[in-house]
């Protein structure tokens, strides 16, 4: 098994930043990649962010192009999402993620693909 712990959540203002925390213990050295997935009040969760995939690397969702970067620490087992100039519509409770099984970007974008998650963090941005 796995266990995902996220931290770093919290308030910040419109154009600020912030630096999610994700931390795997247990069966971590089976990880193949780890993501990001964010769920606002009535909205569905979607994808943000993952790291590591076939050929390795990093992708990102549309909305937060260019705003989030995503980095990992092999060593460390954990993944961290950098949030900068953050809008109010990135206001959600954000989840960390892991599979174990190897695939393709477009498979990496989809919630059903990881079978590990955390306990979610939660990113008020104020405007």
């Known amino acids: 098994q796995v266990q995902l712990v996220e931290s770093g959540g919290g308030l910040v203002q419109a154009g600020g930043s912030l630096k999610l925390s994700c931390a795997a213990s247990g069966r971590a050295f089976s990880i193949y990649a780890m993501g990001w997935f964010r769920q606002a009040p009535g909205k569905e969760r979607e994808f943000v962010a993952v790291?590591?995939?076939?050929?390795?690397?990093?992708y990102y969702a549309d909305s937060v192009k260019g705003r989030f970067t995503i980095s990992r620490d092999h060593a460390k087992n954990a993944v961290y999402l950098q949030m900068n100039s953050v809008k109010p519509e990135d206001t959600a409770v954000y989840y960390c993620?892991?599979?174990?099984?190897?695939?393709?970007?477009?498979?990496?974008?989809?919630?059903?693909?990881?079978?590990?998650w955390g306990q979610g963090t939660q990113v008020t941005v104020s405007s």
């Open positions: 993620a892991a599979t174990i099984v190897r695939g393709t970007i477009a498979t990496m974008t989809r919630e059903g693909t990881y079978r590990y």
């Open positions: 790291d590591s995939w076939s050929g390795g690397g990093a």
